[in-house]
């Protein structure tokens, strides 16, 4: 599976943007997606993620209310809405694919078996 993460750049607190990430290589349908993000010094977090037919989803507690994770399986394609941005979501945000679930979703990076490049996001205050 190739992901290819897109979307990020900087934006002023309380604004918003919308990352999006194109997989190709497997039946899109057939696995979860899932974004992490990571800052500088930090480890990599959990965001959000969703299963196969975007009827199941789950968020970080920081993120919940104001990001939103969605997929069009026709277009390979999941994206994450992020609304009333923070200085502290700033970060490189990673997609990635989890190959081995398909009803449930999974909130730890080591369940994921594909990532794509990032795509930073910086929030100025």
């Known amino acids: 599976v190739q992901l290819q993460a897109s979307g990020g750049g900087l934006v002023q607190a309380g604004g918003s943007l919308r990352l999006s990430c194109a997989a190709s290589g497997r039946t899109f349908s057939n696995y979860g997606m899932g974004w992490f993000r990571q800052a500088p010094g930090k480890e990599r977090e959990f965001v959000s993620a969703i299963n196969w037919s975007g009827l199941i989803t789950d968020y970080a507690t920081s993120v919940k209310g104001r990001f939103t994770i969605s997929r069009d399986n026709a277009k390979n394609t999941v994206y994450l809405q992020m609304n009333m941005l923070k200085p502290e979501d700033t970060a490189a945000y990673y997609c990635?694919?989890?190959?081995?679930?398909?009803?449930?979703?999974?909130?730890?990076?080591?369940?994921?078996?594909?990532w794509g490049q990032g795509t930073l996001v910086t929030v100025s205050s």
């Open positions: 990635a694919a989890d190959l081995g679930r398909r009803i449930t979703v999974a909130i730890s990076r080591y369940d994921y078996d594909y």
